[in-house]
């Protein structure tokens, strides 16, 4: 934070996932410590139980700065707006493909669709 004095955004879990309640409120905690300096983003296999319920909440508390997609083959659900979905490459539903995958963009940093959108996006890997 000291030398990106404007804010930095962070993506969560190249590798892995949230694997403890407590855990999940880490990152609650930092964005309540770091303000609008700090945003989030990640995947998650969780779907149900009580990491999920904490990874819910989190987008919903922060839905500014906070966006963790479920890892699974589903549209988005206005009804369900805190809760958007990364697919696999097969999924036929409503989405759109990762443009860094395709190489429609320099890299992931400069693209953000999938930060900035609710609407599925399907990656070619994930």
Known sequence: MKKHKQGILV????????????????WADQLIKYGDKLAIFGYTARNKGKIYNEIRLLNMRF???????????????????????AAEESFE???????????????????????????????ASH
């Open 63 to 85: 839905s500014e700065r906070c966006v963790i997609r479920l890892s699974r083959n589903e549209e988005f659900d206005i009804l369900d707006a805190f809760q958007s979905y």
């Open 11 to 26: 993506r969560l879990h190249v590798l892995g996932d949230f694997y403890s309640v407590p855990y999940v409120r880490f």
């Open 93 to 123: 539903g409503k989405s759109f493909d990762c443009p860094e995958q395709l190489d429609k963009v320099k890299d992931c940093a400069s693209c953000g669709l999938c930060w900035t959108t609710q609407k599925t996006v399907r990656f």
